[in-house]
């Protein structure tokens, strides 16, 4: 059935509630870009050799190549960490 706008809609029309999403704290997202940072320090840690050897055929680039893989995990390990705390404290649907 058509509605004119500013008319009111039929009681036999559900309607519908717009649930709004839970606000994220600030302290999440810092306790998960910490967990990602203390993960690159650890790969840092453990593999340095690894690394450096890996990003030895750059040259001149190896030392940028490094930090930009390191700031990739770091990345992928902070946006994984939020996407499994979102879904573990169900504001995430599965």
């Known amino acids: 059935m058509y509605n004119r706008p500013g008319s009111a809609p039929d009681d036999d029309q559900p309607i ?23 993960t690159v320090a650890g790969v ?7 690394l450096l050897a890996v990003t030895r055929p750059f040259q001149q680039l190896s030392i ?12 992928l390990v902070w ?12 504001r995430l649907s599965p």
Do not use: N
Request: hydrophobic content about 50%.
């Open 79 to 90: 946006m994984g960490t939020e996407l499994v705390w979102e879904w573990r404290t169900g």
């Open 16 to 38: 519908q509630q717009v649930t709004q999403p839970a606000e994220i704290d600030p302290t999440e997202r810092f306790v998960c870009s910490l967990i990602g940072l203390g």
């Open 44 to 50: 840092l840690l453990l593999f340095y050799p690894l």
């Open 64 to 75: 940028t190549a490094l930090v930009f893989v390191l700031v990739t995990v770091w990345l």
